[in-house]
């Protein structure tokens, strides 16, 4: 419109249109937003605490794991487990172990007693008991004069088989040994003084009926 109409228009007692005011925009730094901030409840600078019903954050690295176990509990729930297993292992080889021992002496008894077959020296008729410890016990076995010389000379021995002591010539004691040494029930060291075998002299025999 040229200033000449709006002069007239004004003269004829217009009024000019009222100019549209202006809103502040919202977000721009130094400018109010025209709405008051909440405030939160509690101390200033922590907001979001305090909300009723909330729960308070947990520290860094104190946090839930999966299931609700904290690591600490999940590495000590490790631990037991792998010392289980471990214990469990060494259960298992232990008694392999006892197994195999076993499995062992079985087999070589069996070698013993094959050896042994129809060598044994014993005299039915002997009166002579030769006592020696075996065993944490006192055994004896019966021989005639000439074998309890030949016994304390180490020319004969005794060898424990299947419960039995059976008399046997110091090459086969030797073999006896070499098979199955726990076997070996007396062996004589003729150089071993007198004082070492108590029980080579007849005259210190132990009495039948003496219990031990």
């Given amino acids: 419109m040229s200033d000449t109409l709006r002069d007239q228009l004004l003269g004829l007692g217009f009024k000019p249109a009222p100019k549209p005011e202006r809103k502040p925009q919202a977000g721009k730094p130094g400018q109010p937003s025209g709405k008051p901030h909440a405030r ?64 062992l002496r079985r087999e070589a008894k069996a070698r013993l007693e094959a050896l ?7 005299d039915a008729s002997a009166e002579i008991a030769r006592h020696f410890p075996y065993g944490g016990k006192i055994k004896r076995i019966y021989v005639n004069e000439a074998q309890l010389k030949a016994l304390n000379a180490g020319e004969l021995g005794v060898v424990q088989l299947n419960g039995r002591y059976l008399l046997v010539t110091a090459a086969m004691l030797a073999q006896a ?12 060291d003729p150089n071993a003084p007198a004082a070492e075998d108590p029980y080579a002299d007849p005259q210190f025999q132990v009495p039948d009926d003496l219990v031990w």
């Fill in 177 to 188: 040994e070499a098979t199955f040494a726990p076997s070996v029930a007396l062996k004589v």
């Fill in 40 to 103: 939160h409840p509690g101390k200033p600078g922590q907001a979001g605490k305090g909300k009723p019903g909330g729960r308070p954050h947990a520290p860094a690295g104190q946090g839930p794991g999966k299931g609700g176990k904290r690591e600490g509990d999940i590495d000590l729930a490790k631990a037991y487990a792998i010392r289980a297993q471990k214990e469990k292992d060494e259960r298992i080889e232990t008694e392999r172990q006892k197994q195999e021992e076993a499995r």
């Fill in 116 to 122: 042994l077959k129809d060598q044994a020296l014993n």
